[in-house]
């Protein structure tokens, strides 16, 4: 890493001031979508003492997606002259999330969504104001296609992870898990692009140097386990066939990686096989009571299955990201266990 | 009514030193419990904003059952002598709670469970230390056998609902929605004994008198509203087939009576059919993102069709019972959605 070769004491002064700067970001943040999103609960389960659950399930749009979406669209709408619109490519949780902030805040939103997508997912993006295109989307071609409509349409693209005011979004799920339990030592969050689990990080050490933070993906989807172990963004060749849909995408953010790897925040990544997201989104649903989708699963299957955080991390934080699941899903994992 | 003769300054008078004395009795019972029990979070929702949800799934043992048998047992215990030990029929959320409390207060448990049961219920009674006669117990002989047992073994009964200190256990829940948003105008809880309902009425109306309180029951277990409107105890011929599971009683008993009718204070109770309860049920699941047991979607089942509480009182609180489900169901009716 670049700075590998700097004396210490300096690099230790450049990251409290580095956490520093994020810290007011993100405080700033809390503040600003406070009067839009829901304060999750934390809480405990007799499944297992040591852990504090973050149900963000249970947020508004059913993910913690509209902690970063509002985070940008209001700071957007501050702008002078405000943007014409904002625009996204997501058939997921993303989408919804910024159709309503954008909605919220008298912002037209449009949203790319593959035309193979699921169409209630589409259905829930139009219902909440959004207009949604489709002709001629695939999974390949949708960047592109995102690039064309931006310019034609002069309209403002709000990343899904690769962009600040998204992560200091999302971090204040973290942020409000150690306001609730400030013991906690050790926090566990799915990754896909990254915004997530780069919030996660620099709320985590913010609160305390030596919190853990431990990111889980697929093992089908390791690009950020290996970015993470080879200092080098790595991509995965296509999208990455995983029940986990949330994390599909194939590589973390430029933005993410800093904060992940070269700012080296992020302790360690973890994967988990598909049977152990499966078996933990039973458990989810028979033990903790939450009906979880697959990707909000993914913390509870590492930290099933023994792979973090260690034996003496406790009590251990997980962020249970969403609960927009495929009831077909639910019906066959629960018909079948 | 009894008291409709009386001068309405003096039924006022003992309506107030009534709930007095039951208000210093709920009181004393959240202290007693708040150790062993979880304090569970008051939610809202993007289903409808006017819903204010007290998800008891996340309680000990996943009902709100150990409410009540935790101020029974700990009340027991401190007896001189104490108890020998503590007996109840049941195959459901009341005898994992027994035996909870029991092995908390180092007391024995036996619960007595016809042979038909869930097997998993009897091994999760087993798994909380509680001893579990199933030899020739049937729905019809269990309480000439409970009877016969409690003789032989010298044990103390804990019945689900028909005592004051379960009652005023169970009122706990309707406490800390009250607790957590004051202006809560409606609670709705489901009603099979009656014990979380008298409960949660008496909490209610020593909150404020014009807080609505209303039961819902399924639609093929309406002996609780036929005793409300007859004014006189109704059972029926044999135990419901209902979905509802958890309110298969042919009767409430004598003390949920003198509050839910007797003292009017519930002020009405609705059923549900077994079509809403499944609506609700998914509904709970998929809007709500609460893996409920079905029992616990009788409030929602009621809300939802437009059967209470009336238009003009918000916000509604709902108390969702437990989340123990067979899941076997979940997955039918998710399937078949």
Redo the contacts between chains.
Sequence with gaps: MADGARPAYLAETQEASYLQLHAEEIAAAARRIAPHV?RT?L????LDPRLRLK?E??Q???SFKVRGAFNAVLQLKERTPPPRGVIAVSSGNHAQALALAARTASLTALILIPEDANPAKVAATRSLGAEVLQDGITFENREQRLREVMAERGLTLVHPFDDWDIIHGQATAAREVLEDDPEVAAILAPTGGGGLLSGTALAAKIHRRDTLVIGVEPERADDAQRSFRSGAIQTLPSSPQTLADGVRTTAIGRRNFEVMVERRLVDDIVTVSEEEIERALVT???K?????EPTAALPLAAYLAGKAPPAEASPVGLILSG?NFD??V???L??S?
Tied chains: 1, 2.
């Design positions: 829901r609960p809480l405990t389960t007799d149900p399930c249970f508004v749009t059913g989810a649903w028979l903790l009571k939450l009906a979880l609960g009831q077909a639910v019906a066959r629960l018909g266990a």
